[in-house]
């Protein structure tokens, strides 16, 4: 099992960037493909990015694709999102997540089985 817990949201205006960072505890870090999701207010969750155990294969939303960047520091136990030129549609709870399935960067919410508390980010405009 994994503990994770994310840190680094706030507010930024847009056009601004922030970096989040996921930090993880138990079992070995580099056993799982780690996600970025977020979800906004009155909508669903939605995937963001994801890296599998050793940032040979990543994915990115289309929202995000360019903007975003994704890594991790298996060293350090924690994964990261750079998010660049932020917009107030990026306003969300973002939620670091792990997934057993390590070989492949899933997009799928289904294959993530532990999950952080999130960290509000709010871009104002």
């Known amino acids: 099992q994994v503990q994770l817990v994310e840190s680094g949201g706030g507010l930024v205006q847009a056009g601004g960037s922030l970096r989040l960072s996921c930090a993880a505890s138990?079992?070995?870090?580099?056993?799982?493909?780690m996600g970025w999701f977020r979800q906004a207010p009155g909508k669903e969750r939605e995937f963001v990015a994801s890296v599998n155990w050793n940032g040979g294969a990543i994915n990115y939303a289309d929202s995000v694709k360019g903007r975003f960047t994704i890594s991790r520091d298996n060293a350090k136990n924690t994964m990261y999102l750079q998010m660049n030129s932020l917009n107030p549609e990026d306003s969300a709870v973002y939620f670091c997540a792990a997934s057993l399935y390590r070989g492949y960067a899933s997009r799928r919410q289904e294959d993530y089985h532990y999950w952080g508390q999130g960290t509000q980010v709010t871009v104002s405009s």
């Open positions: 138990g079992r070995t870090f580099s056993s799982y493909t």
